[in-house]
């Protein structure tokens, strides 16, 4: 079993910061892709940024500048540095991960999901 626990979220005020982290458990071989995307209510849920084993990284526009996502390979952890927060941020925030098993079985995961609230 794989399990992706998410931890960092909270409330925050415009112009905040919070860093969101993901950490991969479980019977893991590699983890090529790790990502984060939130959801607002009423809204689909969208990429917010990515990133893969070879350090390639992609960002929505809204985010460019302001978020930064990294990753530590040795702790199957992704994190999400957010800064200069706007409360249209406001949102339950996902981590995602494309995993292999160390049974070669691979499948993409999700976590639970951290609420994000920026507000004054």
């Known amino acids: 079993q794989v399990q992706l626990v998410e931890s960092g979220g909270g409330l925050v005020q415009p112009g905040g910061s919070l860093r969101l982290s993901c950490a991969a458990s479980?019977?893991?071989?590699?983890?090529?892709?790790m990502g984060w995307y939130r959801q607002a209510p009423g809204k689909q849920r969208e990429l917010v940024a990515a990133?893969?084993?070879?350090?390639?990284?992609n960002y929505a526009d809204s985010v460019k500048g302001r978020f930064t996502i990294s990753r530590d390979n040795a702790k199957n952890t992704v994190y999400l540095q957010m800064n200069t927060l706007k409360p249209e941020d406001t949102a339950v925030y996902y981590c995602?991960?494309?995993?292999?098993?160390?049974?070669?079985?691979?499948?993409?995961?999700w976590g639970q999901g951290t609420q994000v609230t920026v507000s004054s």
């Open positions: 479980g019977n893991i071989l590699s983890i090529y892709r």
């Open positions: 990133i893969t084993n070879g350090i390639s990284t």
């Open positions: 995602n991960a494309d995993i292999t098993l160390a049974t070669l079985f691979h499948s993409n995961y």
